[in-house]
């Protein structure tokens, strides 16, 4: 769904352009034959690629196609739950697909209960082990959503690296002075994926911010004691609609 409907950065969407382009229209003929789709044939590259780009499609059709625009995804009763596409033999809602499949059945945030039960047929789908930079490639319609791209297996792993490197680095920031890091809200949300401690998770992302940001908090990380103790915080998430008024 990439192109005129789309910003060039991939941050925004004009979804009502799309909903009366060919392009669109197109792809909703597309996702019908997901039907056809032998997932469990897939190996592990393939199928997260599959379903990042399936998740992210779904996620815009299943906005394009509301009567009214919300001016938050959050104002649309249960989207998560609700917003769904039939693969294969069996359905897959967009939590389906990021914490059944992507996330290798974690527990939603909310839940501290594995997301696909033991008898239900879509656990043989999912991924064996986590891996954390999908937070990075899915996006859930809200302007602090990381951009929107399409991930193809052959450049998964660089096009992952980068994903991760462009928003964790334009979202963290770091005050020496306070001895403070503020890392994204997704880091709070899915800490488990991450690391089992604030810091931890802090240290996880090192790799993908600036050099110059990566000392400065492998600094304050290293130096941390109980009578200076370091404060990790987490920033607002945006919710509202990363739609675009103008082509």
Not at 18 to 29: A, R
Not at 75 to 83: A, D, I, P
Not at 209 to 232: F, H
Request: proline share 5%.
């Amino acid at each position: 769904m990439k192109g005129e409907s789309m910003s060039a950065d991939g941050h925004s969407i004009n979804y009502e352009l799309l909903k009366n382009s060919q392009t669109f229209q197109e792809c909703v003929n597309r996702s019908r034959e997901l039907k056809g789709v032998d997932v469990n044939g897939l190996d592990p590259d393939q199928k997260k690629a599959f379903f990042i780009n399936v998740y992210n499609a779904c996620t815009i059709h299943g906005l394009a196609d509301l009567d009214t625009l919300p001016n938050s995804v959050l104002e649309v009763e249960q989207f998560w739950k609700k917003t769904a596409y039939v693969i294969g033999e069996q359905v897959y809602t967009l939590d389906d697909m990021e914490h059944g499949v992507l996330r290798g059945n974690r527990p939603h945030p909310s839940s501290d209960k594995p997301f696909f039960g033991t008898e239900d047929p879509r656990l043989s789908v999912a991924l064996e082990t986590v891996d954390p930079r999908i937070h990075f490639a899915l996006v859930c319609g809200a302007k602090s959503c990381p951009p929107i791209n399409v991930y193809s297996e052959k450049n998964l792993d660089y096009a992952l690296n980068a994903a991760a490197g462009n928003y964790l680095d334009s979202e963290i920031t770091v005050d020496v002075n306070k001895r403070e890091i503020m890392l994204p809200k997704l880091l709070q949300w899915y800490g488990c994926d991450f690391g089992e401690t604030p810091e931890e998770v802090a240290r996880w992302t090192l790799p993908y911010v600036s050099d110059d940001k990566a000392q400065e908090m492998k600094t304050l990380l290293e130096s941390n004691d109980q009578t200076d103790k370091l404060q990790i915080k987490y920033s607002t998430y945006d919710w509202q609609l990363n739609k675009a008024t103008k082509h």
